[in-house]
T-cell receptor, first 116, second 112 residues
Framework: AAGVIQSPRHLIKEKRETATLKCYPI?????VYWYQQGPGQDPQFLIS???????DKGSIPDRFSAQQFSDYHSELNMSSLELGDSALYFC???????????????FGNGTRLTVT | DQQVKQNSPSLSVQEGRISILNCDYT??????FLWYKKYPAEGPTFLIS?????DKNEDGRFTVFLNKSAKHLSLHIVPSQPGDSAVYFC???????????FGAGTTVTVRA
């Protein structure tokens, strides 16, 4: 079965540069979530979109922005990168508004961002 | 503030035996709980979930138990297999919420 696709898998950027991470949800899923997992930490919720509208916001820095497009894919844009932004960035998708017993979040394999 | 806690960072179990992973939560508003398994270099894979109206949910070798009064849930894996060696995350949310709160994870090692 098709899973959540994230690209790129690995990304190396320098401080103050920008980065764009892409996420393609499972077909028919209309909700996308972004999580950040720092070294040795649990995944932290950044932001989510339902039907192309932002549905919730977590601990996402102002330097980051995201959107969901008409085909339901999502992009996370990160500007003025800092060393502390180095982390695994996971995208997840589900069907319907928010977490549901019938449609749990399914995660992609993540993008590993390294800021040097 | 860690709302979901997995107090055992690691667990080692013999192949064929039962693995029991524990998870505690502090937010009484949580009513939906999930377990994810994660291999290195991969994203979390959904295993099993339970809503607060139930106290047990079973799927093959995996059973999740929920004790709402104690704000505690556990995952039982029976029998444990070498392929079960991974990091297991407990997660919780309010139903139809967009934010999952994760525990810190428990690394399970299944010994042959």
């Amino acid at each position: 079965a098709a899973g959540v696709i994230q690209s790129p898998r690995h990304l190396i950027k320098e401080k103050r540069e920008t980065a764009t991470l892409k996420c393609y949800p499972i077909p028919r899923h209309d909700t996308v979530y972004w999580y950040q997992q720092g070294p040795g930490q649990d995944p932290q919720f950044l932001i989510s979109f339902y039907e192309k509208m932002q549905s919730d916001k977590g601990s996402i820095p102002d330097r980051f922005s995201a959107q969901q497009f008409s085909d339901y894919h999502s992009e996370l844009n990160m500007s003025s990168l800092e060393l502390g932004d180095s982390a695994l960035y996971f995208c997840a998708s589900s069907l319907g508004s928010g977490s549901s017993y019938n449609s749990p979040l399914h995660f992609g394999n993540g993008t590993r961002l390294t800021v040097t | 503030d860690q709302q979901v806690k997995q107090n055992s960072p690691s667990l080692s179990v013999q192949e064929g035996r039962i693995s029991i992973l524990n998870c505690d939560y502090t937010n009484s508003m949580f009513d939906y709980f999930l377990w994810y398994k994660k291999y290195p270099a991969e994203g979390p894979t959904f295993l099993i979930s339970i809503s607060s109206i139930k106290d047990k949910n079973e799927d093959g070798r995996f059973t999740v138990f929920l004790n709402k009064s104690a704000k505690h849930l556990s995952l039982h894996i029976v029998p444990s297999q070498p392929g079960d060696s991974a990091v297991y995350f407990c997660a919780a949310s309010k139903l139809h919420d967009y934010k999952l709160s994760f525990g810190a994870g428990t690394t399970v090692t299944v010994r042959a």
